[in-house]
């Protein structure tokens, strides 16, 4: 039944509705507190790893561009400001290519700190310093170094004390000379008498240090041979920027180093470890380039996608609900808590009064007739026992759950008995 | 704003030339760059040619009434007042019970027309059913983005009970005819307004012999009367918490204005004046001094909105209610639940008052499953629940009991048999004259 009205025409140009979406302009002027905040967030935290990237900290020992205690970049400068000309290579190819090109006179400082050179590489560089004719000062060489580049020395251990060592008698060395004393170095070494040297050449030492079973140990070893002039250090602290100041160490260092128009400053890198320089296949360079561009463009899609099926069509719509209450519960309930509890003799006098009270309609007897008026008339109509029905109706009292449901049984069959004698046929 | 499927196929695309591009020429984060900035411009070009939905004039057409379980058509026309072509889906958010057929529809209106938009509504619940806004994506000529806007546009419905009963109606109104100027066999209490005289034809009752008349005319008079008219029916239906119970799946409430609605179509017809008090704590819902048909419409649509509370009935208000509605002595129907002693206290304390001046029948509705479960006695669990049954009919019992003794007449009866059961309770209270 439902009264439809007519179709309104309002006259005129119908008016836009009214609109509860706001204009994206009023929600960005909205949120504009929002869009500074995370704009600042974003530069402050560009700036910031711009900051730190430009001072990754190189922390190599005796490095060129270390300007920490471990470093030794003071000397290199104070070089430079000399007027030699110092080259830094991290690796044997670049060491080579300086010590090729390089016009003058030239040093090399090596150190293999880290000990990345095989014998292959040594007696690469050997033969490099042989035909370039370069003065070579090994910085704290290890044994299978001193094999290969100064035949003539020999690992002597640690120094025997802390403090100072001076340069003493029989040095001859002028830098060793000019620096007088320098601080304790970190290895020793002694010269391997061998009185059947090929070369004849000459061998110096300074700074005594310590003395041994096999001989004296020294700081500062220099041979001088055919195939050039070969100095071994082993107080390399004195070339760090913590040091160099103290002593004679800044003498020295200068006196050792800066001797020729170029020094190469050459400490091993991770270069001189591979096969042939050829870097081993990572998973980076094993999978194709396209990548991790299409994983960036999945992520895309998914965020895309999401917004697609996220996207409320409008605002939740709101309704009531009514209440619902089922109307038997309370029945059930109390059935359940008659059940729980075994509330035989509760639960029967409740279906007794409820039989008889239907018995009492069926057989047309007043409504306060007595049970025993009743149990007359019950017998009367089913040619029971008078006692019978009295003892199913009322008397007999259930102790356990099975008499309950029998004498439940035998109340519904009575009942069932009278309504079929009663009814007309 | 929004995205659509066609956006995000789109962008997925895009792998084509990503790894085609990183294959060949190793410029795979260039292909990325390019298609998704492509993609972009794709999307903000579709976007700014897109007709603003903000430009549509909205106007429903909607009937204000509808009966639960029928269906109506709401149609909404919408009015593209821009000039550029509004192609999209529009959402009418109508509420959930509304039973909107769909709630999207595709939708394509050139710049300055209008076109309409038709669903289904069949609510599934009764009360005010509304709508408070439409909803337009439209689309760009690619379909990649839409442009979103909720606009505001209001629609109410309001579901009618549904008047099931009144297919109890022809058969209880022929009873009624046959009431009227029933005097050949005139029983006391057939009827007793004086109606007309007659001639007497065998069979008339001798009692109905009027002997003044007969000595005026020369054949034998008789005296026809016919039941009374103009007497008061006034309906109270308790909407307190007792009445939200389902029973048979529907609640107590329905079914009393299933019984009211019977009852007052009935009485109107006999010529009876019915008044309807809605009442809880507060009055929810009062129909007076309507007749006819106007009688129903008002009843059911103070009944529409209508639902039960989760508060106590007060009974104590009740006398005063029917005092203010009339005086004059009226049958007084009291449609609530009777449960138990604890709860109908107050209903018993205040059936006296109503008894002393009126007729009062007092209607509740019983949970067939209870009357079945009595007779169940199977098992274990029946039999306890045969006993609660019981226990739960000997309350209600109790309560009649206690009713009748006041003087008031209580009809208890399932869902479905309680309206036609209080129609003939009323034919019979008019048959007996004791309106």
């Given amino acids: ?425 | 704003m929004t995205l659509s499927g066609r956006f995000v196929g789109l962008l997925a695309v895009g792998v084509v030339p990503v790894v085609l591009l990183g294959e060949l020429y190793g410029e795979a984060f260039g292909a990325l760059l390019g298609w998704v900035g492509l993609v972009v411009v794709l999307v903000v070009v579709d976007l700014v040619v897109a007709a603003s939905p903000r430009a549509l004039a909205v106007e429903r057409v909607l009937p204000a009434r509808v009966r639960l379980g029928e269906t109506v058509t709401s149609t909404l026309y919408l009015t593209n007042t821009g000039s550029r072509m509004l192609r999209g889906v529009v959402r009418d958010a109508w509420q959930p019970s509304a039973g909107a057929s769909t709630t999207r529809s595709r939708v394509a209106i050139p710049g300055g027309e209008r076109r309409a938009v038709t669903i289904g509504l069949t609510p599934f619940r009764r009360g005010e059913r509304r709508t408070e806004r439409v909803t337009v994506r439209s689309f760009g000529p690619l379909g990649l983005a839409a442009r979103q806007t909720t606009l505001r546009a209001e629609g109410r419905i309001r579901v009618l009970p549904p008047f099931n009963s009144r297919r109890h109606l022809p058969s209880r109104l022929a009873r009624l005819r046959e009431l009227d100027g029933r005097t050949s066999v005139m029983v006391r209490g057939q009827g007793t307004e004086f109606d007309s005289l007659r001639e007497y034809v065998r069979g008339d009752d001798v009692r109905s012999i009027d002997w003044r008349a007969t000595a005026r005319h020369s054949d034998v008079m008789v005296r026809t009367w016919r039941p009374e008219r103009d007497r008061r029916v006034v309906i109270v239906i308790d909407t307190g918490r007792t009445q939200a119970a389902r029973i048979d799946d529907e609640p107590r409430i329905d079914t009393a204005f299933e019984s009211a609605l019977l009852l007052a179509a009935l009485a109107t017809r006999a010529g009876d004046r019915v008044d309807l008090v809605m009442y809880d704590r507060r009055l929810r819902g009062r129909v007076h001094g309507a007749s006819g048909p106007e009688l129903l419409s008002r009843m059911v649509d103070s009944m529409a909105p209508v639902e039960p509370d989760l508060i106590e009935m007060d009974w104590t208000a009740v006398p005063g209610l029917v005092r203010q509605v009339t005086t004059q002595r009226s049958l007084v129907v009291l449609a609530t639940a009777i449960d138990s002693p604890g709860i109908s206290r107050e209903l018993m304390a205040i059936v006296p008052q109503l008894t002393r001046n009126h007729t009062v029948v007092v209607t509740s509705v019983t949970d067939p499953d209870v009357a079945a479960g009595v007779l169940r006695r199977g098992d274990r669990e029946e039999v306890y629940r045969a006993a609660a049954s019981e226990r739960a009919l000997l309350d209600v019992a109790r309560v009649t009991t206690v009713l009748k003794r006041y003087g008031a007449d209580v009809l208890t009866a399932a869902p479905a048999d309680l309206p036609p059961a209080l129609a003939d309770r009323y034919l019979a209270l008019k048959a007996a004259g004791r309106l």
């Fill in chain 1, 1 to 425: 039944m439902s009264a439809k009205t007519g179709l309104k025409r309002t006259p005129g140009s119908p008016t836009p509705a009214v609109a509860e979406t706001p204009r994206v302009r009023s929600s960005a002027r909205r949120s504009l507190f929002w869009i500074v905040a995370v704009v600042a967030a974003l530069v402050f935290s560009v700036f910031t790893i711009a900051l730190t990237a430009s001072s990754n900290p190189d922390t190599d020992r005796y490095s060129l561009e270390n300007a920490g205690p471990s470093g030794s970049r003071a000397v290199a400068e104070v070089l430079r400001q000399q007027g030699v000309d110092v080259v830094g290579a991290a690796s044997l190819a670049e060491a080579t290519d300086a010590l090729e090109t390089a016009d003058d006179g030239v040093t090399l400082l090596f150190s293999d700190v880290y000990g990345y050179l095989d014998d292959d590489r040594r007696a690469e560089l050997a033969r490099a310093v042989r035909d370039s004719g370069a003065e070579l000062v090994l910085l704290e060489p290890w044994s299978s170094d001193l094999d290969v580049l100064a035949p003539g020395v020999a690992n002597a251990g640690s120094p025997d004390g802390d403090g100072s060592v001076e340069a003493g008698e029989g040095c001859r060395v002028d830098a060793a000379e000019r620096a007088g004393t320098i601080t304790a170095p970190n290895a020793t070494y002694r010269p391997i008498a061998s009185g059947g040297d090929a070369d004849g050449g000459e061998i110096e030492t300074c700074f005594l240090a310590g003395t041994g079973d096999s001989g004296d140990a020294f700081a500062l070893i220099r041979s001088t041979t055919a195939n050039g002039t070969v100095t071994v250090f082993g107080g390399g602290d004195s070339l760090t920027n913590d040091l160099v100041a103290q002593e004679g160490n800044a003498a020295l260092a200068l006196g050792l180093l800066g001797g020729e128009q170029t020094l190469v400053w050459y400490i091993p890198g991770g270069d001189d470890l591979g096969g042939d320089g050829e870097a081993p296949e990572t998973l980076g360079s094993l999978t194709p380039p396209w990548v991790t561009p299409v994983l960036l463009l999945l992520v895309l899609v998914t965020v895309a996608a999401g917004i697609w099926r996220g996207r409320r069509f409008g605002p939740v719509v709101v309704e009531n609900l009514p209440v619902t209450v089922r109307a038997s519960e309370t029945m059930e309930g109390r059935a359940r808590l008659y059940a729980k509890h075994g509330a035989h003799g509760r639960a029967l006098d409740a279906v007794r009064i409820g039989t008889i009270t239907r018995l009492t309609s069926m057989l047309a007897l007043p409504r306060h007739a007595g049970v025993v008026e009743v149990s007359r008339s019950v017998a009367a109509v089913t040619g029971r026992h008078v006692d019978e029905v009295y003892d199913v109706l009322v008397g007999s009292i259930p102790r356990t759950e099975a008499e309950l449901l029998e004498i439940s049984d035998r109340l519904l069959r009575l009942e069932q008995e009278v309504q079929r004698a009663t009814t007309p046929r």
